[in-house]
């Protein structure tokens, strides 16, 4: 069915619509093909393939609905977890990517190796070697933000060789393996000059006729280059109005250039999906999933306070995360990770993470109050709270047991720092605070309130009696696809507010804190409910120390609902529910240079000019099925109107929000639109506040650095404020040395330079992500603003050879001819495994198929691995992975040739290897699609 025309077509049309639906942030070319759509290209291939192979080996079918982001998330966990799963994580990740590969164009725009200009071909493959090291180390230690950032960067280079040398007009349409393969050399470049010195465009003919690699040298800054060398080209090239003229770059598609930009496309495309195959291999198939953010989404992670005095407070955590713990297992809304920080006085650590909720509740019942606990004397709860905030994945859920305040509050500006640069929410619950004797604690309760506010979570004062029924909030907030529709606070008053609830919303539940409050609930038909009804007409009430919560029933009124609340003091109102329709956003700023984009802001936007987000919209079944009515800015804690944002569609649910008029003050993101499935209208708000300043700060971190080296970090800071000192403050969550200026002197409207440095130490772990923040203030106007860094520790490494895998011998004369009559039979396989004198062989896995798969103790220098499976699995594919990530692979395949192999690897690979991916594999991927939408319609 597949090779019937009409169908190929068809892919063919998906797959051009798939290329063109893309932002244009930075291209490739300005034209249809951009680095955005190539590499989103690539990752939703191997993605699939990589969803196919995990559910194949677990016996499930694997059959997305269609072929946005949203439907692939739904058919790779929905068996595992049936019911509606967020797309919201998928996503960011992806967008984490695309971005970071624009960014190249920003930070690097100057530097030859980074974009394969120049000829700086051994430059560019070493950056390419050097990033690939360290995103697989970051994964290793699942450190999956870091990973996302440089495989984004790394992608960026790959992809410029093809745009930018000419390897395409040498005839090539394969990708030039040996890029990502530093253990082959790089030669036969192209060194002697154009004798006449006038060469014809685009190619110097010689270099063609001897079959020589060249590129394009780019001056952005002087027109010289060597004699007779091509030129880069196009209008931010100065080089090339210098003999030879024009430019070999297909970065854009241009009349006359169009067969040529298309097999730049190709071969970028091929190459992007060789390397992301080179990744999976180290990563394994589960962990490469959750390097793109596919896993269910919920991540709960447990602060805990374990000081003396918190004794019956930790009992009472334990059965309440005991219960969570348990009363998730096996559901939906089962967390895709757990992760536990205690804390106490004076230490905070080691953070524990795992999938596992069985080693989480071992991990948890080994708490103990240990420290001192000296009845007056705070604890480290911030910097518990921080190392949270950075080892916990974006967006996650953090939940706070203490019951003193912060010691260590001149974190706190810091915290705010990275609570909004991460996106998560923290919740503290205040354990009744013990009595103690006012010493020199400059930190309050206040300031948790702050903090939780700040992040959209809530501070929660309950006794440790009421604890246990706290944790039905946590039981909420622990979804796989939980949303904000409204969130205020004020100091006191009272006030009615109303919000939209759509009808596709479920477990719909208002929480609000505060003390002597009293509130009244209205449907869109005027049904009412008061505080004093606990079990109304409309839902369930419930409260425990200072928190109420309302669980709506089910057969809730879709439409405008109202709660009128009124206190003399201050209060919080927050209504959530479960749904996948969501969003994701990025406040942006544009860069320009000859290649234009928008870059993300780690700190605050600048004041006095244009907020601008970058936001994708997640529909039900992907970006089509929603309408975006009104975006814009609204103050959590002001009654104001909201800011309007003026919108412009980027294609593929992404869209650009510019708003003129900002709020003062904090405030959040606020979204209505139409769910073209139900019909229905809905209103989602963000939950991270945010505020613009005067003071800017940028910095940007494009390297790794070595355990025991020195990075210097060059960074500056602005102000459109009065000028004069600026205190500057980084801090870093490894506790690594730095070297910074305490002070740099602003002048108004300029941006100041500086220089910090910092050293891990020589025995820091390969792999590790540090988290860098850099706080400028400036005393004049006391306005603040931050940069948030990540940065990765890899040590240096030698060994790229790797691993072999051959394919020893296959006994499958069992299997019959008669597929339907596999499943009573079984074929057996034995392969070889060497890693030669390379670092040794770390881990052996199953690409594909799923059957039983044994192998020698990896410290054999030759290792036999057998595999036995069903006949009904034709396709085996293992792995070997060195312990510095090089990986081999083998495949066989005992299908006979007449049946069409499955969208994996094609069965021979000689020596392992990633196969060769041509143009022909999308188009069978996209085609198996189609087959199998056609075959479910
Ligand atoms: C957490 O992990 C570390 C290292 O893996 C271990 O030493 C520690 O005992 C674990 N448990 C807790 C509660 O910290
Ligand atoms: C959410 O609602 C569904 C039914 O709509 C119910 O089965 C499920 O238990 C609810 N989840 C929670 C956490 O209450
Ligand atoms: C919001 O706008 C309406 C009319 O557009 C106006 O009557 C009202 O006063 C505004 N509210 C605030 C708080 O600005
Ligand atoms: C800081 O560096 C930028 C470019 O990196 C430069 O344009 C600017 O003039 C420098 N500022 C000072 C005060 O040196
Ligand atoms: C695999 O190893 C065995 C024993 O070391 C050897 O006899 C055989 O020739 C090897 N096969 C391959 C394909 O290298
Ligand atoms: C072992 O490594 C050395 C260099 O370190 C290399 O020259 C040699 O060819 C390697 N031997 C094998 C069998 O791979």
């Given at each position: 069915?597949?090779?019937?025309?009409?169908?190929?077509?068809?892919?063919?049309?998906?797959?051009?619509?798939?290329?063109?639906?893309?932002?244009?942030?930075?291209?490739?070319?300005?034209?249809?093909?951009?680095?955005?759509?190539?590499?989103?290209?690539?990752?939703?291939?191997?993605?699939?393939?990589?969803?196919?192979?995990?559910?194949?080996a677990s016996g499930h079918e694997f059959n997305p609905t269609g072929p946005s982001a949203e439907e692939l998330v739904q058919a790779c966990l929905g068996p595992t977890a049936p019911g509606e799963v967020s797309a919201a994580k998928f996503r960011a990740a992806l967008q984490e990517v695309y971005v970071q590969n624009g960014m190249v164009d920003r930070d690097s725009v100057a530097s030859a190796a980074y974009h394969f200009?120049?000829?700086?071909?051994?430059?560019?493959r070493g950056l390419i070697t050097e990033g690939v090291v360290s995103i697989k180390f970051n994964i290793q230690k699942q450190e999956y933000q870091a990973a996302r950032v440089t495989l984004g960067r790394v992608l960026h280079t790959l992809q410029d060789f093809y745009s930018h040398s000419n390897w395409v007009e040498l005839g090539n349409t394969e990708p030039f393996a040996n890029l990502i393969r530093p253990d082959l050399p790089i030669e036969n470049i192209y060194s002697s000059d154009c004798a006449s010195g006038n060469c014809p465009n685009p190619i110097l003919a010689n270099i063609l006729q001897e079959n020589k690699l060249t590129s394009g040298y780019m001056g952005t800054l002087s027109s010289e280059k060597p004699k007779g060398k091509c030129s880069h080209g196009g209008a931010g090239d100065l080089t090339s109005a210098v003999e030879p003229r024009g430019g070999i770059s297909k970065d854009e598609r241009r009349p006359g250039n169009e067969a040529l930009h298309d097999a730049a496309v190709t071969a970028a495309t091929s190459a992007s999906l060789q390397l992301l195959e080179d990744i999976r291999g180290a990563a394994g198939n589960r962990d490469f999933l959750r390097l793109m953010g596919i896993a269910r989404s919920a991540v709960v992670c447990f602060v805990i306070d374990t000081t003396r005095s918190m004794a019956d407070d930790i009992a009472a955590a334990k059965e309440m995360v005991y219960e969570i713990i348990d009363s998730k297992k096996g559901t939906q809304d089962e967390p895709s990770e757990y992760i536990l920080v205690p804390f106490n006085d004076p230490g905070w650590g080691p953070m524990n993470r795992t999938t596992d909720p069985e080693v989480m509740k071992s991990e948890i019942s080994k708490l103990k109050a240990s420290s001192p606990g000296n009845t007056d004397i705070p604890e480290m709860c911030l910097s518990g709270l921080q190392m949270a905030l950075t080892g916990a994945p974006a967006s996650s859920q953090i939940f706070v047991f203490t019951d003193a305040p912060a010691k260590d509050i001149h974190l706190k500006g810091?915290?705010?720092a990275l609570i909004s640069s991460t996106k998560s929410t923290v919740s503290i619950y205040i354990t009744s605070p013990r009595r103690r004797k006012r010493r020199s604690v400059k930190a309050s309760f206040n300031d948790y309130t702050d903090l939780a506010l700040a992040s959209g979570g809530q501070a929660i004062h309950v006794s440790k009696e009421d604890l246990p029924a706290a944790t039905e909030v946590i039981l909420d907030t622990s979804t796989s696809a939980l949303v904000t529709v409204l969130q205020r606070s004020r100091s006191s008053g009272s006030e009615t507010f109303t919000f939209l609830l759509d009808e596709s919303l479920r477990n719909i539940t208002l929480y609000i804190t505060g003390s002597q409050i009293t509130f009244t609930i209205s449907n869109p038909a005027g049904v009412s409910q008061?505080?004093?009804?606990?079990?109304?007409?409309?839902?369930?009430?419930?409260?425990?120390?200072?928190?109420?919560?309302?669980?709506?029933?089910?057969?809730?009124?879709?439409?405008?609902?109202?709660?009128?609340?009124?206190?003399?003091?201050?209060?919080?109102?927050?209504?959530?529910?479960?749904?996948?329709?969501?969003?994701?956003?990025?406040?942006?700023?544009?860069?320009?240079g000859p290649h234009p984009g928008y870059a993300p802001i780690t700190g605050r936007p600048q004041a006095g000019r244009p907020a601008m987000l970058l936001l994708s919209v997640m529909g039900r079944k992907g970006p089509a099925s929603v309408t975006v009515g009104e975006v814009g800015l609204i103050p959590v804690s002001r009654a104001e109107n909201v800011s309007r944002g003026s919108t412009t569609d980027m294609g593929n649910g992404d869209i650009m929000v510019t708003v003129d008029a900002v709020p003062h003050g904090e405030f959040v993101v606020i979204l209505t639109g139409t769910?073209?499935?139900?019909?229905?209208?809905?209103?989602?708000?963000?939950?991270?506040?945010?505020?613009?300043?005067?003071?800017?700060?940028?910095?940007?971190?494009?390297?790794?650095?070595?355990p025991g080296q020195t990075l210097s970090i060059p960074f500056s800071v602005m102000t459109e404020g009065s000028g004069g000192p600026c205190s500057?403050?980084?801090?870093?969550?490894?506790?690594?040395?730095?070297?910074?200026?305490?002070?740099?002197?602003?002048?108004?409207?300029?941006?100041?330079?500086?220089?910090?440095?910092?050293?891990?130490?020589?025995?820091?772990?390969?792999?590790?992500?540090?988290?860098?923040?850099?706080?400028?203030?400036?005393?004049?106007?006391?306005?603040?603003?931050y940069a948030v860094l990540r940065l990765s520790v890899v040590s240096k490494i030698t060994d790229f050879v790797r691993p072999t895998c051959k394919v020893d011998r296959v006994g499958a004369d069992d299997c019959p001819a008669d597929v339907s009559?596999?499943?009573?039979?079984?074929?057996?396989?034995?392969?070889?495994?060497?890693?030669?004198?390379?670092?040794?062989?770390?881990?052996?896995?199953?690409?594909?198929?799923?059957?039983?798969?044994?192998?020698?103790?990896?410290?054999?220098?030759?290792?036999?691995a057998s595999y036995n499976a069903s006949c009904c699995s034709q396709i085996v594919g293992i792995v070997a992975?060195?312990?510095?990530?090089?990986?081999?692979?083998?495949?066989?395949?005992?299908?006979?040739?007449?049946?069409?192999?499955?969208v994996g690897p094609t069965p021979t690979v000689p020596g392992g290897g990633p196969p060769s991916l041509g143009l022909a594999r999308p188009l069978l991927l996209l085609c198996l699609l189609l087959a199998a939408l056609i075959a479910r319609s």
């Amino acid at each position: 069915m597949c090779s019937a025309l009409p169908a190929l077509a068809l892919a063919l049309a998906l797959a051009l619509a798939l290329l063109q639906s893309s932002v244009a942030f930075v291209p490739i070319g300005g034209g249809a093909a951009t680095h955005v759509s190539i590499t989103g290209t690539a990752l939703l291939q191997k993605l699939t393939e990589t969803c196919k192979a995990v559910a194949e080996a677990s016996g499930h079918e694997f059959n997305p609905t269609g072929p946005s982001a949203e439907e692939l998330v739904q058919a790779c966990l929905g068996p595992t977890a049936p019911g509606e799963v967020s797309a919201a994580k998928f996503r960011a990740a992806l967008q984490e990517v695309y971005v970071q590969n624009g960014m190249v164009d920003r930070d690097s725009v100057a530097s030859a190796a980074y974009h394969f200009n120049s000829e700086a071909f051994l430059e560019g493959r070493g950056l390419i070697t050097e990033g690939v090291v360290s995103i697989k180390f970051n994964i290793q230690k699942q450190e999956y933000q870091a990973a996302r950032v440089t495989l984004g960067r790394v992608l960026h280079t790959l992809q410029d060789f093809y745009s930018h040398s000419n390897w395409v007009e040498l005839g090539n349409t394969e990708p030039f393996a040996n890029l990502i393969r530093p253990d082959l050399p790089i030669e036969n470049i192209y060194s002697s000059d154009c004798a006449s010195g006038n060469c014809p465009n685009p190619i110097l003919a010689n270099i063609l006729q001897e079959n020589k690699l060249t590129s394009g040298y780019m001056g952005t800054l002087s027109s010289e280059k060597p004699k007779g060398k091509c030129s880069h080209g196009g209008a931010g090239d100065l080089t090339s109005a210098v003999e030879p003229r024009g430019g070999i770059s297909k970065d854009e598609r241009r009349p006359g250039n169009e067969a040529l930009h298309d097999a730049a496309v190709t071969a970028a495309t091929s190459a992007s999906l060789q390397l992301l195959e080179d990744i999976r291999g180290a990563a394994g198939n589960r962990d490469f999933l959750r390097l793109m953010g596919i896993a269910r989404s919920a991540v709960v992670c447990f602060v805990i306070d374990t000081t003396r005095s918190m004794a019956d407070d930790i009992a009472a955590a334990k059965e309440m995360v005991y219960e969570i713990i348990d009363s998730k297992k096996g559901t939906q809304d089962e967390p895709s990770e757990y992760i536990l920080v205690p804390f106490n006085d004076p230490g905070w650590g080691p953070m524990n993470r795992t999938t596992d909720p069985e080693v989480m509740k071992s991990e948890i019942s080994k708490l103990k109050a240990s420290s001192p606990g000296n009845t007056d004397i705070p604890e480290m709860c911030l910097s518990g709270l921080q190392m949270a905030l950075t080892g916990a994945p974006a967006s996650s859920q953090i939940f706070v047991f203490t019951d003193a305040p912060a010691k260590d509050i001149h974190l706190k500006g810091t915290i705010l720092a990275l609570i909004s640069s991460t996106k998560s929410t923290v919740s503290i619950y205040i354990t009744s605070p013990r009595r103690r004797k006012r010493r020199s604690v400059k930190a309050s309760f206040n300031d948790y309130t702050d903090l939780a506010l700040a992040s959209g979570g809530q501070a929660i004062h309950v006794s440790k009696e009421d604890l246990p029924a706290a944790t039905e909030v946590i039981l909420d907030t622990s979804t796989s696809a939980l949303v904000t529709v409204l969130q205020r606070s004020r100091s006191s008053g009272s006030e009615t507010f109303t919000f939209l609830l759509d009808e596709s919303l479920r477990n719909i539940t208002l929480y609000i804190t505060g003390s002597q409050i009293t509130f009244t609930i209205s449907n869109p038909a005027g049904v009412s409910q008061s505080n004093t009804q606990l079990s109304g007409g409309l839902g369930t009430i419930q409260s425990v120390g200072n928190l109420w919560r309302i669980r709506l029933d089910d057969d809730k009124q879709t439409g405008t609902w109202k709660i009128q609340m009124a206190s003399a003091q201050p209060y919080t109102l927050k209504v959530t529910g479960q749904n996948t329709i969501t969003f994701i956003y990025d406040f942006v700023v544009p860069f320009g240079g000859p290649h234009p984009g928008y870059a993300p802001i780690t700190g605050r936007p600048q004041a006095g000019r244009p907020a601008m987000l970058l936001l994708s919209v997640m529909g039900r079944k992907g970006p089509a099925s929603v309408t975006v009515g009104e975006v814009g800015l609204i103050p959590v804690s002001r009654a104001e109107n909201v800011s309007r944002g003026s919108t412009t569609d980027m294609g593929n649910g992404d869209i650009m929000v510019t708003v003129d008029a900002v709020p003062h003050g904090e405030f959040v993101v606020i979204l209505t639109g139409t769910d073209s499935v139900s019909g229905s209208q809905f209103q989602r708000q963000s939950t991270t506040q945010m505020s613009v300043s005067k003071v800017i700060v940028t910095a940007a971190v494009d390297s790794s650095v070595e355990p025991g080296q020195t990075l210097s970090i060059p960074f500056s800071v602005m102000t459109e404020g009065s000028g004069g000192p600026c205190s500057i403050n980084a801090r870093n969550d490894k506790e690594f040395p730095m070297t910074f200026p305490m002070n740099v002197p602003l002048t108004t409207g300029q941006y100041a330079n500086a220089t910090l440095t910092i050293t891990p130490p020589k025995d820091t772990p390969s792999g590790t992500d540090v988290t860098l923040t850099i706080m400028a203030k400036t005393s004049a106007s006391t306005d603040s603003n931050y940069a948030v860094l990540r940065l990765s520790v890899v040590s240096k490494i030698t060994d790229f050879v790797r691993p072999t895998c051959k394919v020893d011998r296959v006994g499958a004369d069992d299997c019959p001819a008669d597929v339907s009559q596999c499943a009573s039979f079984r074929w057996d396989l034995s392969a070889n495994i060497t890693d030669g004198n390379g670092t040794g062989i770390d881990r052996i896995t199953l690409r594909q198929g799923n059957g039983v798969l044994s192998h020698d103790a990896l410290t054999h220098l030759d290792i036999e691995a057998s595999y036995n499976a069903s006949c009904c699995s034709q396709i085996v594919g293992i792995v070997a992975v060195d312990k510095v990530g090089n990986v081999g692979s083998c495949y066989h395949s005992i299908a006979l040739p007449t049946i069409a192999p499955s969208v994996g690897p094609t069965p021979t690979v000689p020596g392992g290897g990633p196969p060769s991916l041509g143009l022909a594999r999308p188009l069978l991927l996209l085609c198996l699609l189609l087959a199998a939408l056609i075959a479910r319609s």
